[in-house]
């Protein structure tokens, strides 16, 4: 059974930067498409990034240029660099595995249970 647990998730301003990890329990890490998604209050959860076995990435348009994934196969750990937040970036945010790789919620095989980012001005 797939694990995730998400970390770094806390109070941040505007312009700030925050690192978010998740730790994965799972002998198929390297076989699967990683995804972040985050969920607002009264919205439904979107994908915002990706990053695929080989390390090929994709991005939502709203955090293009401000947030970067990575992903550290050794470690089983996918990680999200939030830069320039804004006070819209106000979300759950959670990990998730995908082995279709489709940026989406549709087929996710896992899910962690979020960590909050609040980003106030």
Known sequence: QVQLVESGG????????????????TNTFNYDCMVWFRQAPGKEREAIAQVSPRG???????????????????????YLQMNSLKSEDTATYY???????????????????GTQVTVSS
């Open 56 to 78: 090929y990435k994709r991005y939502a348009e709203s955090v293009k240029g401000r947030f970067t994934v990575s992903r550290d196969n050794a470690k089983n750990t996918l």
């Open 10 to 25: 806390g109070s941040v301003e505007t312009g700030g930067s925050l690192r978010l990890s998740c730790a994965a329990s």
């Open 95 to 113: 990990c998730a595995s995908d082995r279709a790789c489709l940026f989406s919620p549709a087929r996710v095989q896992a899910w962690g249970r």
